[in-house]
């Protein structure tokens, strides 16, 4: 019965893979979120997406692309991964954009070597 | 730029005391804001919403107000308990969904 769930958990990989993230809610919520949480553990958005179209898109490497296949599903694909993308990605949801309680997935781990 | 700060990485305190902690705000007038309560390896968990036309929010021992002059939050947890102990994080949005914003977090340890 998870809410937002992601996949894998853990990833470890070595420096210039290209590397996916899977992430789904079922709460039938109309926004998603990726975060990215470094070793400071400073949470920051990098993309929100609204009924699959791209809403918020921080400054983030291109090599980021998110892929919405339908209103459940955000995930992330990264391209040439560099040493300093490794960090804890968090998948969120919402009702709806603005004022509403996001929902956080557990978290993806990810250690480029 | 916008900036958000809380008032320490880390808080101690004894168990059965009022835990206070600060959220403090520059270059931003945000619509709400929020408290989120993180443990060790998880994602943020909601605890609750303040929009900027309210001074208070309760919720069981949570209490939160929000002073927009100040441009400052305050979060207190009363009589503590050792289970609270986790990084709590306070976030800023306004109403379009535009500009959320994630405060660095204070991670509070309640001591037996």
């Known amino acids: 019965d998870t809410a937002v769930s992601q996949t894998p958990k853990y990833l470890v990989t070595q420096m210039g893979n290209d590397k996916s993230i899977k992430c789904e809610q079922n709460l039938g919520h109309d926004t998603m979120y990726w975060y990215k949480q470094d070793s400071k553990k400073f949470l920051k958005i990098m993309f929100s997406?609204?009924?699959?179209?791209?809403?918020i898109n921080e400054t983030v490497p291109n090599r980021f692309s998110p892929k919405s296949p339908d209103k459940a599903h955000l995930n992330l694909h990264i391209n040439s991964l560099e040493l300093g993308d490794s960090a804890v990605y968090f998948c969120?949801?919402?009702?709806?954009?603005?004022?509403?309680?996001?929902?956080f997935g557990p978290g993806t781990r990810l250690l480029v070597l | 730029s916008q900036k958000i700060e809380q008032n320490s990485e880390a808080l101690n305190i004894q168990e059965g005391k009022t835990a206070t902690l600060t959220c403090n705000y520059t270059n931003y007038s945000p619509a709400y804001l929020q408290w989120y309560r993180q443990d060790p390896g998880r994602g943020p968990v909601f605890l609750l919403l303040i929009r900027e036309n309210e001074k208070e929010k309760r919720k069981e021992r949570l209490k939160v107000t929000f002073d927009t002059t100040l441009k400052q939050s305050l979060f207190h947890i009363t009589a503590s308990q050792p289970a609270d102990s986790a990084t709590y994080l306070c976030a800023l949005g306004d109403n379009y969904g535009q500009n959320f914003v994630f405060g660095p977090g204070t991670r509070l340890s309640v001591l037996p």
């Open positions: 969120a949801s919402s009702y709806r954009q603005g004022a509403e309680t996001q929902y």
């Open positions: 997406y609204n009924n699959k179209e791209l809403i």
